[in-house]
């Protein structure tokens, strides 16, 4: 059989096979059992008919039909095998010769999992962990929301004022795209805690049930998520329900109510405990974001393929979806609501699309430099740590058992591994 193998743009590469009609005679008598196993021919035993007999009654281009059928899928499996190809998505396969008594060639295009040219040098690069302080206010304003929540709550026909508790829909987007976490529907805020974007709840004192508003605010230049910091953003808001709120006051009894403790001092220990734990989980994920970033911004990556980015802004989309159905929002509803369809979508999408495809492609070439892998056991771990969550459904257990979700343990359990190496050498 010969073989050309033909580098494309986009980590494409394109395979043609030849094989004569030697070395297609194997497959030919392949293709003439099954055929005649398949639709057998009366007087003869299924898979025993011969071939004069299934060519008068099929047709010769049916046989030679079948018996490419069962050599395409070998020789593909076999090519793909030799060149060691990291194969993302179905070949494309194109039959360009198929006759009788003649060589059979065919071609096929190959989408392969693309390269890194150049892996930046992420040992030099440096991210500073910010420290994170507990302030006596943060414990002040939790306890306030703990007061609130325990507050009898008189529904009111008036106009918002502060230390109300409304129930708001809102939309945010930004340039008309909307934000993946800027949909809530019914969401309860006491106005004054301060604990939304600033200027939000200014915007939201003075209106009435039923009452909708569109406005602008500016996110911090220090806010959390770098993507939105110091950009303008569209809000529309809607109020549902305004209720005055009756407070308890907070000392030891206010305490004990909570059900586990005796005195208010304990209450604050355990929501100094809380907010430390928080803060550092929100300081971790800013430094993995800001690590990753710079480490794509100095590596070369061969040109990535426009459906791996399509595939990963379809994964975009789907978050977006099961985040807004939530919410107890038909996503078609979503869409109208914000003037897009599922196309524009994945335009809007694109970018983070393809950054978040270059991060997993850093995140799988350092695992490989560096050698670091996931032991069956640590997989054998987890799958029986997940397995005790579900005592009573054998279904799930199965499923938590199967190859499928152990490949996809080992994965999530490598780019851990990855991330607290980065963070090992890379956080000061």
């Known amino acids: 059989m010969q073989k050309t193998i033909k580098p494309l743009p986009k980590s494409q590469v394109e395979?043609?096979?030849?094989?004569?009609?030697?070395?297609?005679?194997?497959?030919?008598?392949?293709?003439?059992?099954?055929?005649?196993?398949?639709?057998?021919?009366?007087?003869?035993?299924?898979?025993?008919?011969?071939?004069?007999?299934?060519?008068?009654?099929?047709?010769?281009?049916?046989?030679?039909?079948?018996?490419?059928?069962?050599?395409?899928?070998?020789?593909?499996?076999?090519?793909?095998?030799?060149?060691?190809?990291?194969?993302?998505?179905?070949?494309?396969?194109?039959?360009?010769?198929?006759?009788?008594?003649?060589?059979?060639?065919?071609?096929?295009?190959?989408?392969?999992?693309?390269?890194?040219?150049?892996?930046?040098?992420?040992?030099?690069?440096?991210?500073?962990?910010?420290?994170?302080?507990?302030?006596?206010?943060?414990?002040?304003?939790?306890?306030?929301?703990?007061?609130?929540?325990?507050?009898?709550?008189?529904?009111?026909?008036?106009?918002?004022?502060?230390?109300?508790?409304?129930?708001?829909?809102?939309?945010?987007?930004?340039?008309?795209?909307?934000?993946?976490?800027?949909?809530?529907?019914?969401?309860?805020?006491i106005i004054g805690t301060g604990h939304f974007l600033p200027g939000f709840e200014e915007q939201v004192i003075g209106m009435k049930k039923g009452e909708t508003k569109e406005f602008k605010l500016t996110f911090p230049e220090k806010h959390y998520d770098k993507k939105l910091a110091g950009k303008e953003a569209n809000f529309k808001v809607t109020i549902n329900n305004v209720y005055r709120l009756e407070l308890p006051e907070i000392n030891d009894e206010f305490a004990k109510s909570l059900g586990a403790f005796e005195k208010l001092e304990d209450v604050k220990k355990q929501l100094r405990m809380n907010i430390t734990e928080e803060a550092k989980a929100k300081e971790d994920q800013r430094i993995e974001i800001e690590m990753l970033e710079k480490i794509v911004d100095i590596s070369k990556f061969e040109?990535?393929?426009?459906?791996?980015?399509?595939?990963?802004?379809?994964k975009m989309i789907h978050e977006l979806e099961e985040n807004?159905?939530?919410?107890?929002?038909?996503?078609?509803?979503?869409?109208?609501?914000?003037?897009?369809?599922?196309?524009?979508?994945?335009?809007?999408?694109?970018?983070?699309?393809?950054?978040?495809?270059?991060?997993?492609?850093?995140?799988?070439?350092?695992?490989?430099?560096?050698?670091?892998?996931?032991?069956?056991?640590?997989?054998?771990?987890?799958?029986?740590?997940?397995?005790?969550?579900?005592p009573d459904n054998d279904d799930i257990k199965k499923q938590i058992r199967s190859e499928a979700y152990r490949h996809y343990l080992e994965n999530v359990l490598t780019n851990r591994k990855v991330i607290d190496f980065l963070k090992s050498i890379i956080v000061e």
């Open 324 to 390: 807004v159905e939530t919410q107890g929002i038909k996503f078609d509803d979503y869409l109208m609501s914000i003037k897009k369809n599922h196309d524009q979508l994945l335009l809007d999408f694109a970018s983070q699309a393809l950054k978040r495809v270059k991060t997993a492609l850093i995140i799988k070439e350092i695992a490989k430099q560096e050698k670091i892998q996931v032991e069956p056991k640590e997989i054998d771990a987890e799958v029986e740590k997940t397995v005790a969550q579900y």
């Open 15 to 189: 395979i043609t096979f030849e094989l004569t009609a030697e070395e297609l005679k194997p497959y030919f008598a392949r293709a003439i059992e099954k055929i005649s196993s398949q639709k057998p021919i009366e007087g003869f035993r299924p898979g025993k008919a011969p071939y004069d007999i299934l060519k008068q009654h099929y047709g010769e281009m049916k046989i030679y039909g079948e018996a490419a059928d069962l050599a395409i899928p070998e020789k593909l499996f076999e090519a793909i095998k030799e060149g060691s190809f990291d194969v993302i998505e179905q070949p494309q396969v194109d039959i360009i010769k198929l006759a009788p008594a003649n060589s059979f060639i065919f071609k096929a295009t190959l989408t392969l999992l693309p390269k890194i040219i150049e892996l930046g040098d992420f040992k030099k690069i440096e991210v500073k962990r910010k420290e994170t302080k507990t302030e006596e206010s943060q414990i002040d304003n939790l306890l306030k929301e703990v007061q609130n929540m325990r507050a009898k709550e008189i529904a009111e026909d008036k106009v918002v004022e502060k230390n109300d508790k409304v129930e708001v829909d809102y939309d945010i987007s930004i340039d008309h795209v909307a934000l993946e976490t800027g949909l809530a529907r019914k969401y309860p805020i």
């Open 303 to 314: 040109d990535i393929p426009p459906s791996l980015v399509d595939s990963e802004a379809h």
